[in-house]
Structure formats: C-alpha cells, structure tokens
C-alpha cells in the first residue's frame, strides 16, 4: 500500500500490512496538535514500514534532495546542531546524519520517536511541537521542516516561524518542504488506516514566504517542482530561509 503524506492511500501494492483500527474519541478537529500526535501515535509502525525510514526514490525525487544537500552546504558540517523538526521515523535526520551533520529528530509522537530510535542509532530524537521546540534560543545552526508543516493551520505558521526564528541561531538556515496550493485544507477520515480523520493543508508558497518573512526570517531560495510521483496531486514545495545575522 502507499500512502501520500497527507495519508491518502494511493496505490496499492503488495504486501498490505495488517492494521488495527483506532477510532476518534475525544479529538476534534479544533485540536490539531492533539489530533496529530494521535494520529502518529497510532500509525508510526505502519509509517515505518511503508514509507520507511530512510528517504527514498518513492517519496523524493532528485531536485528535493538537492535541496536537502543544498542544506547540508549551506549549513556546514562541524557548525553546530541541526534539528529534524517534524521528524517523524527520522528519514531526513538520517540523510543530514549520513552528511556528517550533528542532527537531532524532533516529533510530538512517542511512537514514532520510538520508530526512529530503533531506526537509527546513535541520533538524538526528543518530543517536542514546531510551536514549542525544546531547545533554547539560538540553539541550532540549522532547521529541516520536511513535510510537517502540512498539518498546522495556514494561521498558526506565524507562531511556528517565530519558535523557529527564537531556536535558529543568527545566520542559521531553515528548509521548509510541502505540497503546495492556495492555503486549502484537506481532511482525510481514516487517515493512514488510524480510524483519525487528519487534516493536511496546502500551503500557498507565497503565504509561507510573507509569514517567514513577519517572522524575521529571510527567504533565499522558493521553488515549485511539479507533482511527479504517484501519489503526487499538487506541486510540491521547497523554500530556503535564513535567520539573518543579530
Ligand atoms: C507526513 S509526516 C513526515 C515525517 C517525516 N518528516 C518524513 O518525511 O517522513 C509528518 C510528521 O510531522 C509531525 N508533525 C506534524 N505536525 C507537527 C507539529 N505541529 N510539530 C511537530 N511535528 C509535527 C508528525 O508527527 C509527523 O511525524
């Protein structure tokens, strides 16, 4: 089975794995931090196994991961600690990893912490939300948002930039990845098989640059790819931002 990253099943392939049912109860819709993690919490082994836990020809295409190795460039290796915010089974943390960047995976989901822990060894993973990251000030040298956003209201990625810009260290570069469209949200029921109904938004490029910006964080590079994957429906994007020097 594959999934998109919103949750949709889109193409079904052998082997379907087995899953248990999880049924909403006392979610809402309102609450999406606590939807997300509930939803994370219930499917981060399936997630694992299907999307897996290294990045990979099925779920990122050549221009995305040079983006991510921009990144790496960009960031530098031995400069200090690069976060994995949204990190899920630590797929991107493990690519910066392999770089010989100093990574450390952030997700607000016990259990796919847990995923990523046994997944990859010898990496940090901590709990934490991108609106409130367990980090101090000016902590890391560079930040990865490798499709988490899609879930936060087009409306609250004001306060997720501003945690952002308080954890960037001054020069610190940011990596924001998602599918692209015009702020629209999708909520899908059953999201992954969870039972959940998990809402994904598409974020308007230009809306998240403008937001990046009231949030002091610079732009440098904004590109659109179109949708080439299977499970791709929209174009995907990719924007660079710099916290500039204070
Ligand atoms: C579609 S998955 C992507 C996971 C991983 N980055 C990858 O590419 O495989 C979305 C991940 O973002 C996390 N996430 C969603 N909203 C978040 C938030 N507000 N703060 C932190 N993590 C969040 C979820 O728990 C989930 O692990």
Known sequence: MKWDRAGHVVA????????????????????HLATVRAVYDATAERYAQVVGS?????????????????????????????????????RATAFLSARGLETVGVDPSQAMLSVARQAHHGIRFEEGFLSALPFPDGFLVGAV???SIIHTPPDHLGEVFAELGRVLRGGGHLLLAFQAGDGEA????????????????????????????AAGLQ???????????????TPQAFILAVDPDR
Do not use: M
């Not at 995305?64 to 460039?73: I, P, Q, R, T, Y």
């Not at 659109?224 to 299977?230: H, N, Q, T, V």
């Open 219 to 233: 732009v440098s590079a904004q590109t659109l790819r179109e949708p080439e994957l299977d499970h791709e429906s």
């Open 54 to 90: 290294e990045l990979s020809e099925f779920y990122e295409r050549p221009l995305d991961l040079a983006f991510l190795s921009a990144f790496v460039e960009l960031v530098g290796v031995e400069s200090g600690l690069v976060g994995d915010l949204g990190c899920g089974p630590g």
């Open 145 to 147: 948002c490798w499709y």
């Open 186 to 213: 999708v909520s899908r029921d059953d999201a992954y098989g969870t039972g959940f109904t998990l809402t994904n938004y598409r974020h308007s490029p230009d809306y998240v640059a403008r937001t990046l910006a």
């Open 12 to 31: 079904l392939k052998a082997p379907v794995i087995e899953s248990r049912l999880y049924r909403v109860c006392c979610v809402t819709d309102t609450d």
